[in-house]
Nanobody, 125 residues
Framework: QVRLVESGGGLVQPGGSLRLSCKASGSIFSITDMGWYRQAPGKQRELIATITRGGSTNYADSVKGRFTISRDNAENTVYLQMNSLKPEDTAVYYC???????????????????WGQGTQVTVSS
């Protein structure tokens, strides 16, 4: 079984910072792209940042210059450093990873997307 577990959410004042972590565990053969999404109340889930295994990144315009995505391939972990937080950043943040699970015999199975359970980020004074 493959699992993604996020941590690091919480309550922060406007202008503050938070760092989210997401660790993948289980029978993993390989991980390609990893990313962070968020969903605010009454809104659709939106993609905010992605990172390839080689470290290439992309960001939504709404977070560019404030958020930084990074990953540790040895630890199967992706991070999201969030600075200059605004009230409109309030949402549940989800990590996502494209994972090839390890099959019997040590081979890689078909890639699929896995999701974490989400972590709440609230920006408020």
């Amino acid at each position: 079984q493959v699992r993604l577990v996020e941590s690091g959410g919480g309550l922060v004042q406007p202008g503050g910072s938070l760092r989210l972590s997401c660790k993948a565990s289980g029978s993993i053969f390989s991980i390609t792209d990893m990313g962070w999404y968020r969903q605010a109340p009454g809104k659709q889930r939106e993609l905010i940042a992605t990172i390839t295994r080689g470290g290439s990144t992309n960001y939504a315009d709404s977070v560019k210059g404030r958020f930084t995505i990074s990953r540790d391939n040895a630890e199967n972990t992706v991070y999201l450093q969030m600075n200059s937080l605004k009230p409109e950043d309030t949402a549940v943040y989800y990590c996502n990873a494209e994972i090839s699970p390890e099959t019997i015999g040590g081979l890689g199975g078909p890639k699929r997307n896995y999701w974490g359970q989400g972590t709440q980020v609230t920006v408020s004074s």
